[in-house]
């Protein structure tokens, strides 16, 4: 069982409300925010325009020709009450794999390319990061990335992009970064970035600010909906959603990209019910069953 | 059907906006000046929200395909249809084989005009919008800038459409595009994180619109803006810069480093961890949109009811002009 502090609301122009649930980053938080928004969707008030779960707060926009702000605002706050105990919540998930090829050329040379925007580190990015976070083995780098079970607590930025933290993980075991000190102007399609204690992959060539650590094989966005992931979206990230990244060396990078490329890639992927209270009392434990029959 | 022949500086197809998807990371995107839009599509007897073109600074030139009525609003340019100059803000028959095309406007103000046509652009939708979005990846049009040779398709002109030719918006009805103006904020959202001194800093001093500047976001220069003392919260990535990801409000003014601010406009990028300290009001981001580079911006801080009196005057003087049309 945990309780959250209260949420800070904030009117934000003459449209917009912003619930700051906590300043720092954890899962509980999070859970909070897919909680309150999904409840808040369900309701499905009028003049409720956007409904935006973030990673530890949320964002309403209204139009306050419809539904007054203090009004909102109050209301608002009666269903953060009510969410503030976490133990009840439970959504559906799946846990979805990512193969990465780590410490690859292409995202090295955009981080070479752009080097002058970053913090001033000689190395490239997966080093910078490796060496940030105490490694000094790569194996053992990509060991702990991969072992770590990532969920999808966000999305923005860019149309599918995601923010995905690790569950069941101490604060200092949590693979951070800081970010670049100038957005890149580019950054490769589908490559993995770390930035703060979270964890992205950029669907496709766009500005970024992360330090990139790898490629993934495979699409995050599928307009078409041609893999068997994109059923319901044509983002394969949603909040509440877990990624597993498995490291892949070039060969098995080119033979997936191939895959996708003819349409035959099959992602794989594993549904089931989330359930925050089991997560809050068993932590890793819960999360050592989830992955069992993965 | 338009044809572009050339390109000019930026061109796209915009309408109201696409809502309901911002939290998947698509913006609401839209007319950067939704009020000149509107206008636009108002003299033309249009629905407010139907599609038009959007130009910038340097406008395309375009070979018109079908009979039909449209307008020029929003920053003043120069009009030519086949090279004889037309006013803005006015209906005017073309006829097929018709060239339209623009000439910058020095010593003006203002950065994006609208061609209105009766009926609208027909384009398909995606996700139930016609706003380009640039960094989306959409199908047809909606995710670029129109080149040479691209093809508009347009709606049915709508009947009477060429009864309302000559048609005008009374001169004192004409908005202003100036070189200098007042932009109006909520203060807030993370302004925790920066200095009692930097909050002042930034509301009695002027700002500078830099050349870097697009439908995303504007980019202020002006005075330093220190940072509070404040240990960043876990999971920002520990930068005085930078909080916990969160979602932006449109018009959120943020703060990416002491020297620069950036305010985020219709296309802005859904997301990002930068320390924020408000939001500009909605009626003021076309004015904000069309403030060119290098003007001059103050910003005053307004509490939520004066954000919303401001709303309500600027929505009733649309509906007076649609009345006295």
């Avoid at chain 2, 909050?199 to 009695?204: C, G, K, S, Y």
Wanted: hydrophobic share 35%; net charge negative.
């Amino acid at each position: 069982m945990f309780t959250l502090p209260e949420t800070r609301f904030d009117l934000c122009g003459d449209e917009y409300i912003y619930a700051e649930i906590t300043k720092d980053m954890s899962a509980e938080s999070n859970f909070k925010a897919i909680a309150i928004t999904n409840e808040l969707r369900r309701r499905n008030i009028p003049g409720i325009i956007e409904i935006y779960p973030a990673n530890a707060s949320y964002l309403v926009r209204y139009n306050p020709e419809v539904i007054s702000p203090t009004d909102l605002m109050d209301y608002l706050k009666e269903i953060d009450i009510t969410k503030s105990n976490v133990s009840e919540l439970n959504f559906n998930s799946r846990i979805i794999e990512i193969p990465v090829w780590y410490d690859d050329p292409f995202t090295n040379e955009y981080a070479q390319r752009f080097k002058d925007r970053n913090l001033k580190h000689e190395i490239s990015d997966f080093e910078y990061v490796m060496k940030a976070n105490g490694y000094s083995d790569k194996k053992m780098f990509i060991e702990a990335h991969t072992d770590m079970l990532y969920m999808i607590t966000m999305l923005g930025f860019s149309p599918g992009l995601s923010w995905a933290f690790p569950l069941g993980v101490p604060q200092e075991k949590i693979i951070q970064a800081r970010k670049y000190t100038s957005p890149r102007t580019q950054t490769p399609g589908q490559a993995v970035g770390i930035g703060g204690a979270f964890s992205v992959i950029y669907p496709q060539n766009s500005p970024g600010s992360y330090q990139l650590i790898g490629i993934s094989g495979v699409p995050v966005y599928d307009q078409k909906k041609r893999f068997n992931a994109f059923s319901e979206s044509v983002f394969l990230a949603k909040p509440g959603y877990l990624w597993k990244h498995r490291a892949v060396e070039e060969e098995e990078y080119r033979k997936i990209v191939k895959e996708v490329e003819q349409g035959t890639y099959h992602y794989k992927v594993k549904e089931f019910n989330f359930s925050a209270e089991e997560y809050s009392t068993r932590k890793k434990d819960y999360i050592k069953q989830l992955m069992e029959d993965f | 059907m338009f044809k572009i022949v050339k390109p000019g500086l930026k061109a796209t197809i915009q309408d109201m906006g696409r809502y309901g998807y911002y939290h998947l990371g698509v913006p609401p995107s839209g007319a950067a000046d939704k009020f000149s839009f509107q206008l636009g599509n108002l003299l033309l007897g249009n629905p407010v929200d139907v599609a038009a073109l959007e130009i910038t600074l340097l406008g395309p030139e375009i070979e018109v395909r079908k009979n039909t009525v449209i307008n020029i609003t929003g920053a003043p340019i120069n009009v030519f249809i086949n090279s004889r100059e037309v006013p803005m803000w006015e209906n005017i028959e073309v006829k097929k084989g018709d060239i339209i095309s623009f000439e910058y406007k020095k010593n003006s103000g203002g950065v994006f005009t609208f061609i209105c046509v009766s009926g609208g652009i027909s384009h398909p939708k995606v996700l139930e919008s016609r706003s380009t979005y640039l960094l989306g990846d959409f199908d047809g049009y909606l995710s670029k800038k129109l080149e040479a040779g691209d093809e508009i398709m347009l709606s049915e002109t709508l009947p009477g459409a060429f009864k309302l030719v000559g048609k005008s918006l009374k001169e004192s009805d004409i908005p202003s595009f100036p070189n200098d103006i007042d932009v109006h904020a909520v203060m807030g959202l993370t302004s925790s994180r920066i200095t009692d001194t930097g909050i002042r800093n930034f509301l009695t001093n002027e700002w500078k619109v830099d050349i870097e500047s697009n439908r995303v976001a504007y980019r202020l220069k002006g005075p330093t803006i220190d940072y509070a003392d404040y240990n960043p919260p876990f999971g920002s990535g520990g930068s005085y810069a930078n909080v916990v990801d969160m979602a932006y409000p449109i018009g959120a003014i943020l703060l990416p480093n002491p020297e620069e601010v950036i305010v985020l406009l219709n296309d802005g990028t859904g997301g990002g961890g930068f320390v924020s300290m408000g939001t500009v009001i909605s009626p003021d981001l076309d004015l904000l949109a069309q403030a060119r580079p290098f003007s001059t911006l103050r910003f005053h801080a307004v509490t939520v009811e004066q954000a919303l009196h401001r709303r309500l005057e600027r929505k009733k003087k649309l509906k007076d002009i649609q009345e006295n049309l």
